[in-house]
């Protein structure tokens, strides 16, 4: 009798192992989300704040620097004026010479010194007048007020007493570790009258800024710098 051939099985694809890793990942994800949510309920957002920079016209800017936990005030205009006394009678040629005698003794105010820098290259090829920098650093052992005392020893409202708040505004600048003085600052100036502007500010001295007409100085904007390595 003639038998029939038999065929052979085919094998049928488990998907056993797949379903696994599927639940297994949904399972992750889940975790995950759930997680996610729960941190978010317990975090503390930073919101953006347009910080207004237009200047108070006509009165000019005077600089606070609130940071390492203190404020204090940076005000380069009368030590500029000091380090270019008589700079016009000054001959081109005896320049450098100038702004190396002018450095032996530079002018200081309560936390500052300021240098005179001159780029002889620059002067040559630009004129003099555009060529000159300065040099602010700190002086040793000056900290700052961190306005932790009695107001009327403040040696932040002593320095603010010397302004007319018609004549000057104040912008401070601002670094992370500063924001509770910057506030008790800030405070102080405008029960006083001063308007006040203010932008964050990562700083390490020597600052080192141009000094022409397009510039009014040092300023949080100009004073960004990258922290040290």
């Known amino acids: 009798m003639y038998r029939k051939k038999r065929k052979e099985s085919t094998a049928v694809l488990d998907l056993d192992s797949l379903m696994d ?5 949904v399972g992750v994800m889940l975790f995950l989300v759930i997680y996610t949510v729960l941190e978010m309920t317990s975090t503390s957002f930073q919101v953006a704040v347009a910080v207004p920079f237009e200047q ?3 009165s000019r800017r005077v600089l606070v620097v609130a940071n390492g936990g203190s404020v204090r005030v940076l005000d380069h205009d009368r030590p500029i004026s000091d380090l270019l006394t008589g700079m016009s009678l000054v001959p081109f040629e ?13 002018p200081t105010d309560a936390y ?20 000159f920098a300065v040099t602010v650093d700190e002086l040793p052992g000056e900290q700052g007020d961190p306005l932790l005392g009695p107001e009327p020893t403040s040696e932040f409202l002593e320095l603010l007493g ?13 670094d992370g570790a500063s924001l509770d003085v910057f506030r008790r600052a800030r405070r102080l100036a405008e029960e006083r009258g001063f308007e006040t502007r203010w932008g964050p500010l990562s700083l390490e001295f020597p600052i080192r800024f141009a000094l022409n007409e397009e510039t009014d100085g040092p300023g949080p904007r100009t004073l960004q710098s990258k922290p040290r390595r």
């Open 21 to 25: 890793i599927l639940s297994c990942l």
């Open 56 to 58: 108070p016209a006509p």
């Open 94 to 106: 005896e320049t450098v010479d100038y702004v190396s005698q002018i450095n032996v003794s530079p």
């Open 112 to 131: 500052f010194r300021y240098q005179l820098e001159y780029d002889e290259e620059a002067g040559l090829l630009l004129g003099r007048d555009v060529a």
């Open 162 to 174: 010397a302004y007319d708040p018609d004549d000057v505004w104040l912008e401070f600048g601002v």
